[in-house]
C-alpha cells in the first residue's frame, strides 16, 4: 500500500465488546486521534469524553433498520476535523466484523483508495463484499459514496444539498413531503399567529404573522 498511511483503526474482536471496554483512555490519547462509536450502544463514548478524547456516538441498528446516509457522512466529518497525518482515529462498533469496518470502507473509497488499497489499510481482505452485501440487503443506501464524494468536497453542505448534487428527482421528492408540513403555528391569537411555513420559492421555512 504505497504513500497511504492509516487513516483508521479498525480490527475484528473475537471477544466483542468486552474487548473493545477494555482499552484504556490513557492508551487511546497516546495512541490515537479521536473515537467514533457506530455501534448501537454508547460503550466507553462519554467515558472517553470525560477524559478529554474527541469521542463520538453515532448509533447504527445493525439489521432492523435502514443504515442511512448520517452515520458514514458524520464519520466523514470527524475524520477530516481530527486526523493530522500522524494518530488514526479508532471506529469501532461491537465486533468490528460490519458497521464499522463498511463506514471505514467508504471512508477510505471517498478519500481515493482502490479496494484493495481499503482492504489492506483495514487488514480485512473481504471488506468490499461486505459492503456490496449491505447495499443489497438496503441498509446502505446505494449512492452512498456518490453522496460522500460530495461531502468531502462541499464540507459545510447538509445532507438536503449533497442530495440534490447526486439526485435529479429530489427536489421535486422532498417539495412534495414539505407540502405536508409546511405550516405549524408558533404562537399568538387564533386570530393572529405567528406561523412557521416552508417557501418554496426560497426553499426554506419561514415566519410568517397573519
Known amino acids: 500500500m504505497q504513500n497511504k498511511k492509516q487513516i483508521l483503526m479498525v480490527r475484528k474482536s473475537p471477544k466483542g465488546l468486552s474487548q473493545v471496554l477494555e482499552v484504556s483512555p490513557e492508551f487511546i490519547k497516546e495512541n490515537y486521534s479521536a473515537v467514533i462509536n457506530v455501534s448501537d450502544t454508547p460503550c466507553a463514548t462519554f467515558d472517553y469524553q470525560k477524559e478529554g478524547i474527541p469521542s463520538f456516538w453515532f448509533p447504527i441498528h445493525e439489521v432492523s433498520s435502514f443504515w442511512g446516509y448520517m452515520p458514514f457522512i458524520a464519520s466523514l466529518k470527524v475524520v477530516n476535523e481530527y486526523y493530522k497525518g500522524d494518530k488514526p482515529i479508532v471506529l469501532h462498533c461491537h465486533a468490528g466484523a460490519n458497521r464499522s469496518p463498511s463506514i471505514a470502507f467508504a471512508i477510505l473509497k471517498t478519500k481515493g483508495y482502490t479496494d484493495e488499497e481499503a482492504a489492506e489499510s483495514l487488514n480485512y ?79 426554506k421555512f419561514v415566519i410568517k404573522r397573519d
Open 125 to 203: 481482505a473481504d471488506i468490499d463484499k461486505v459492503f456490496e452485501r449491505n447495499i443489497r440487503l438496503n441498509l446502505i443506501p446505494p449512492n452512498l459514496l456518490e453522496v460522500m464524494i460530495q461531502a468531502e468536497q462541499h464540507p459545510t453542505f447538509g445532507i438536503n444539498h449533497l442530495m440534490m448534487k447526486v439526485d435529479d428527482g429530489y427536489s421535486e421528492r422532498t417539495d412534495k413531503i414539505y407540502d405536508t408540513i409546511k405550516d405549524f403555528t408558533l404562537h399568538g391569537s387564533d386570530e393572529n399567529p405567528v406561523r412557521l411555513v416552508y417557501d418554496r420559492t426560497v426553499k
